[in-house]
Structure formats: C-alpha cells, structure tokens
C-alpha cells in the first residue's frame, strides 16, 4: 500500500536553479494537488488537478508549473528558484466532483532549501 | 487566504486529559475534515463531518458542527503523548473545490 509516493524527500537548489518534484498516487484518485507548507502558515494551495487533463491554480500559484502526466502522476516544476520557495511541499490525491470531496491522502513531504 | 481559523494556536495538556480545538470559518461550506501531522510526517485525514451533520464521533474523537456559528470543534477525550500531534481543519465551499486549511493547532501531550 504506497499510497502517495513523492520524491525527492529532501533537495537544496542555488537561486536560479530549476527542478521538478515528481508525486504519484496508486489509489486510482481523480483529483491531485500540491501544498506548501510554511511555519505558522498551514498548508497553502499552490496548483490542483481536478482530473487528468485539467489543472488549475491555487491560493499561490507564481513560480511555479503543473504537469497531470497521466491519471497516476502529477508533478511540480520550479522553473528558477527563490529563496521564498523555502517550503516543504506536499502531494496529495482524493476522489473530487459531483458534490463531493473526500477525505485527502498525503504524501510524505519534500523539504527545499534555496539558497 | 485561509479559510478556517484554528483556536488556540497553541494548547499543553496531561495525558488523561481532554482536548478542545476550535474551527472558524468565513463563507458556508459542503464539508469540514479534520487532519493531523506528526512533526516531519505527512497530514492524515481523522474525520469529515458534512453541512448536514451536526456531530460524529471516532473512537476517542468527537467532532462538532455549527454552520449557524460558522464554527466546528475537536475534542480528543483521554488525551495519550502519542496525540501530541498538530491539527489542522479543512474546508471546501463545494464539492468541486479544493480543501482549504487552516494554520493549526499545536497539540502537546506531557504524560
């Protein structure tokens, strides 16, 4: 039972650099999402995939690219990073739509440090 | 910005004890979830209570509802140091948005 498997769990980029944090979920979920979690912030929406082929922007979208590969994967680009992008990310996934919105299963978070 | 508002921010209590955490929240939604995070782990879900509902309860969990109030709490009777945990409430204004958290409330158990 992986559940939501999100790699790296740890990564430190330069200002500048770019990277993809890759999520993938093996519970045949329709919906994907990534947070941002920031100390005395919660969890912040950053880009969200309702279903495979569409994607849509959270609370803090700039900076930051979505791809929904397929039904299982769904990855976030850092196309040059800022030291405000400090953050541990989380991928989650649940079943959305047609009035209802379960219960989320979550990755086990990605720590970035830009320096 | 963030929908819920968890009070308090913070809360010490012994283990045997009981804890009450608050959620507020702006606009009417479908649903409200609760979830919990261990330090350095990933969010898990404990319970979701719908508009309809006013009380539900899981194991030593008992959440409630209040949409007069715009208000929700969780209450964790026989409190254990393994609860020591944060708490996050979650909502969504519809069924085809996505959830929307809160900042937390940090719980320590001291046994």
């Known amino acids: 039972n992986a559940g939501v498997t999100q790699t790296p769990k740890f990564q430190v980029l330069k200002t500048g650099q770019s990277m993809t944090l890759q999520c993938a979920q093996d519970m045949n979920h329709n919906s994907m999402y990534w947070y941002r979690q920031d100390p005395g912030m919660g969890l912040r929406l950053i880009y969200y995939s309702a279903s495979e082929g569409t994607t849509d922007k959270g609370e803090v979208p700039n900076g930051y690219n979505v791809s929904r590969l397929n039904k299982r994967e769904f990855s976030l680009r850092l196309e040059s990073a800022a030291p405000s992008q400090t953050s541990v990310y989380f991928c989650?996934?649940?079943?959305?739509?047609?009035?209802?919105?379960?219960?989320?299963?979550f990755g086990s978070g990605t720590q970035l440090s830009v320096l | 910005s963030q929908q819920g508002e968890e009070d308090p921010q913070a809360l010490s209590i012994q283990e045997g004890e009981n804890a009450t955490m608050n959620c507020s929240y702006k606009t009417s939604i479908n649903n409200l979830q609760w979830y919990r995070q261990n330090s350095g782990r990933g969010l898990v879900h404990l319970i979701l209570i719908r508009s309809n509902e006013r009380e539900k309860h899981s194991g030593r969990l008992r959440v409630t509802l209040d949409t007069s109030k715009k208000s929700s709490s969780l209450l964790i009777t026989a409190s254990r140091a393994a609860d020591t945990a944060s708490y996050f409430c979650?909502?969504?204004?519809?069924?085809?948005?996505?959830?929307?958290f809160g900042k937390g409330t940090r719980l320590s158990v001291i046994a």
């Open positions: 989650a996934s649940n079943d959305q739509g047609a009035g209802t919105n379960e219960k989320l299963f």
């Open positions: 979650a909502t969504d204004v519809s069924g085809n948005t996505p959830l929307v």
